[in-house]
């Protein structure tokens, strides 16, 4: 499709591709782990409703959002194969103004991160270099099938989770509350590796070795479901032994869930792995917040 004038000629970037450079469909996640963490922390946030909107908007629209942004800067050769009409290769966000959209975004979620006191702030950091590490040269994390979806799975759940907990409780949370934010975290890596079969086809040629490309999107497709499960499961047995019993069987139904969404997408796994990025990280992140509000309380 030949390129337009006017996309030939733009100074500026669209108002309209900006935002869809954040991605605000892929902000959901982290501020829900946020949530999740102000749940665990177990206090009433009376006085501190402030550091919990703050908060989920720096782990969603800031943090988030300036990720997409790097990430599309750093993808914009692997797009121009696997979807030109993105913002960057398509022209609607010219020259260097997807890495300048990203430098801005990183620096501001310094300065919120700022506002959330020592354990906000220091969290905010661990962010934006998890952000830059999976995506920019030379570190690139995101090469790897293992490594890259760990982190991002990591920086989604658990590092957000932490920080809310944190964050409500000024101090480090229990040791609870980081073992269960942890495993849903680890959890993630499944939900990361049926996001890269979209991008498989301009993974493979740019050399970019996620597990799709690797073990081929049968043999990803059901690890993904075995590592998104068994600490699922780990969680369900620690419930149990923390006296939560009807917390531990919410999350088990919300598993079960999961895997009835598993088979079908099993049954063809690239053309059902969105799909089931829709249907069954819903029931992931239900489990979410029923350990949340399991771990009230508890230390």
């Known amino acids: 499709m030949p390129v337009s004038t006017d996309l030939q000629t733009r100074v500026l970037p669209d108002p309209a591709a900006m935002l ?8 959901f996640p982290p501020m829900w782990a946020y949530l999740c963490g102000a749940v665990s922390a177990g206090t009433t946030p009376t006085g501190q409703w402030g550091l919990v909107i703050l908060g989920v908007i720096l782990a969603g629209p800031i943090v988030c959002g300036m990720s997409q942004a790097a990430n599309d800067w750093c993808d914009r050769h692997v797009d121009a194969i696997n979807e030109p009409g993105r913002p960057i290769p398509s022209g609607r966000i010219p020259g260097r103004w997807g890495l300048w959209i990203a430098l801005a975004m990183s620096v501001l979620s310094l300065l919120v991160g700022w506002q959330l ?23 690139r994390l995101k090469r790897s099938g293992i490594l890259g979806p760990g982190l991002v799975g990591l920086s989604y759940e658990s590092l957000p989770w932490f920080t809310g ?39 493979r040629q740019t050399g970019v070795n996620s597990l799709p490309v690797t073990l081929g999107p049968e043999r990803a497709a059901r690890m993904a479901c075995w590592v998104m499960a068994v600490p699922q499961v780990a969680v369900i047995a620690l419930l149990f032994a923390w006296d939560r019993p009807f917390h531990a069987a919410g999350v088990m139904a919300v598993l079960i869930g999961q895997a009835f969404a ?38």
Do not use: C, Q
């Open 20 to 27: 869809t450079l954040v991605k605000p469909v892929t902000w």
């Open 165 to 203: 907990a944190a964050v409500l409780s000024a101090g480090a949370p229990a040791w609870e509350v980081i073992l269960i934010a942890l495993l849903y975290g680890i959890g993630a890596h499944g939900i990361m590796t049926l996001n890269d079969f979209k991008a498989l086809e301009g993974d």
């Open 262 to 299: 598993m088979r079908v997408m099993l049954r063809d796994p690239k053309a059902r792995a969105p799909w089931y990025n829709g249907t069954g990280v819903l029931l992931y992140v239900s489990g979410m917040m029923i350990a949340a509000f399991a771990l009230r309380g508890l230390a």
């Open 117 to 139: 006191g020592p354990w906000g702030f220091g969290a905010t950091v661990a962010g934006v270099i998890a952000a830059w590490a999976y995506s920019a040269p030379p570190v």
